[in-house]
Each structure stands twice: as C-alpha cells, then as structure tokens.
C-alpha cells in the first residue's frame, strides 16, 4: 500500500490499520519514559520514584480496562484472566522470553549508537543507562517483594535472584563470612554468544561497576561493591564475572 496517497486512518488497510496500533504502544512507551525522565530532571530521583509508584498503578488499570473490554478478556486483581489461566510453566516460559527480550533491546540500542557514533559513544551511553536502570530496577523489585529500605545482604541476596538478567543467564552465590558474599555469572549469555562467534570477551567492567554498585547501593546503602574480576579482566571459566557484597555500619 502506498501511505503517501492516504490523507486518514480509516484509509489505511488492514494490514497497515493494525501497523498503526502497534505503534501507538510504541508510542505510549516513549510518551511514559518522557515523562518520568523529566519529573526525575524537575524533583530528584527519589520524587520521581513516588510519583512513579503512583502513576504505574493508575495507568495500569486504566490501561488494562480499556484493553480487556475492546480484546475480550476479563481482569482478576489486576491480571489479565488468560495469564492466570496459563499453566505456571508456561508463564515461566513467558517471563523467560520478556526477559530475553529485554536483553536484546540493550543489544540493540548498544549497536544502534556504535554503527553510527562508534565504540566510545556506545560505552559511555550504556555505562549511563546501567547508572539510571540498576536502581530503578532495585527499587522494582523492592516494591514487588515489599523490602524494606535497608533490607541488607539477605535483601541483596533475594533482589538479584529477581533481576531480569536472573533468567538470562546463569548466576550463583558464594558464602564467605557474615558481613559479605561472593556474587558470581557463571555463565553470561552475551559473551557465550561472542565466545561462540570467535570473538574475545566484551570489556564490560565499566558497566559492571556502574550496575552493581548502583543496585547494590540502591537496595542498602550501606552495602559496599567490589569488583573481583570482570572483562576485560581474566578470569576462571567457572566465572564471567564475580563480585564481593559486603555490608558496613553506619
């Protein structure tokens, strides 16, 4: 279909009318990132979070209402009744691939800036973005498992079995004395690829100090992070990269 000769949307076609739906979500997403990004900008990080709590869970429901009587699906407490019909094994699957999902988002945002800006652009955009996503994601998760603010190294250790790259890739915890843990990716996902292709390890480590120490530092603040080995680093193949949790007084 030739767009340039369509002057309405009840012009398009079917194909291009349900094109044109998908991106208005697209847009919806963007629209809702602006926004919480300059509240962030007018009030603090901290304000915008409140606020953010606030409008995630009105827009939901509105959101998901409109979307449950024009698909025709019902809600339950807020869940769309197909899901809960779902057996739990298919929405682990489900939860795997949103999870992937997002992982290749970064990949392609990362390439995205690389292609036409080049390396440098591209590392110093995604230490950036780790800077702002590792404690919105703490402060996710803490809400979804009601943490309390200073939930400690049990609180750590519960957070990053709940992160996104939990069902990446394949990760572990190493005991080591009552103040502090090891945190270790056994397996990265990323670099497995890379590894598979021929290619040496991502120089990660800059962002890895961003992403950890932020998230860390965003479920305790007094929780100290420090890097025992990250790319380009060497490192044993039983770990990618490995990290020490330690809790300090106040």
Same mark, same amino acid.
């Given at each position: 279909?030739?767009?340039?000769?369509?002057?309405?949307?009840?012009?398009?076609?079917?194909?291009?009318?349900?094109?044109?739906?998908?991106?208005?979500?697209?847009?919806?997403?963007?629209?809702?990132?602006?926004?919480?990004?300059?509240?962030?900008?007018?009030?603090?990080?901290?304000?915008?979070?409140?606020?953010?709590?606030?409008?995630?869970?009105? #827009? !939901?429901?509105? +959101? $998901?209402?409109?979307?449950?009587?024009?698909?025709?699906?019902?809600? @339950?407490?807020?869940?769309?009744? =197909?899901?809960?019909?779902?057996?739990?094994?298919?929405?682990?699957?489900?939860?795997?691939?949103?999870?992937?999902?997002?992982?290749?988002?970064?990949?392609?945002?990362?390439?995205?800036?690389?292609?036409?800006?080049?390396?440098?652009?591209?590392?110093?955009?995604?230490?950036?973005?780790?800077?702002?996503?590792?404690?919105?994601?703490?402060?996710?998760?803490?809400?979804?498992?009601?943490?309390?603010?200073?939930?400690?190294?049990?609180?750590?250790?519960?957070?990053?079995?709940?992160?996104?790259?939990?069902?990446?890739?394949?990760?572990?915890?190493?005991?080591?004395?009552?103040? #502090? !843990?090891?945190? +270790? $990716?056994?397996?990265?996902?990323?670099?497995?690829?890379?590894?598979? @292709?021929?290619?040496?390890?991502? =120089?990660?480590?800059?962002?890895?100090?961003?992403?950890?120490?932020?998230?860390?530092?965003?479920?305790?603040?007094?929780?100290?992070?420090?890097?025992?080995?990250?790319?380009?680093?060497?490192?044993?193949?039983?770990?990618?990269?490995?990290?020490?949790?330690?809790?300090?007084?106040?």
């Amino acid at each position: 279909m030739d767009l340039s000769s369509i002057d309405t949307i009840e012009d398009l076609d079917h194909e291009h009318t349900a094109k044109l739906v998908l991106d208005m979500f697209h847009r919806i997403i963007i629209h809702y990132a602006f926004w919480f990004n300059e509240v962030k900008h007018q009030m603090g990080t901290e304000k915008a979070l409140d606020i953010l709590k606030s409008a995630s869970e009105r #827009s !939901f429901a509105i +959101q $998901m209402r409109r979307l449950s009587k024009t698909l025709g699906f019902e809600m @339950k407490n807020g869940i769309p009744q =197909p899901m809960l019909n779902m057996p739990k094994e298919s929405l682990i699957e489900l939860m795997d691939q949103v999870a992937v999902n997002w992982l290749a988002n970064d990949g392609v945002w990362f390439q995205a800036v690389e292609f036409t800006r080049g390396m440098n652009d591209a590392k110093r955009s995604n230490d950036s973005c780790w800077a702002q996503f590792s404690p919105f994601e703490a402060w996710a998760i803490k809400n979804f498992l009601n943490l309390p603010q200073k939930s400690g190294l049990q609180g750590l250790r519960k957070a990053l079995n709940f992160r996104m790259y939990a069902r990446v890739n394949a990760q572990s915890i190493v005991d080591e004395k009552s103040d #502090s !843990f090891i945190f +270790q $990716m056994n397996e990265c996902r990323a670099q497995s690829t890379r590894k598979r @292709k021929g290619l040496d390890d991502y =120089p990660c480590k800059s962002g890895g100090l961003v992403e950890y120490t932020y998230f860390a530092r965003s479920i305790d603040p007094r929780i100290h992070t420090e890097c025992i080995g990250c790319p380009p680093d060497d490192h044993p193949k039983e770990w990618v990269c490995a990290w020490r949790f330690e809790i300090t007084e106040d």
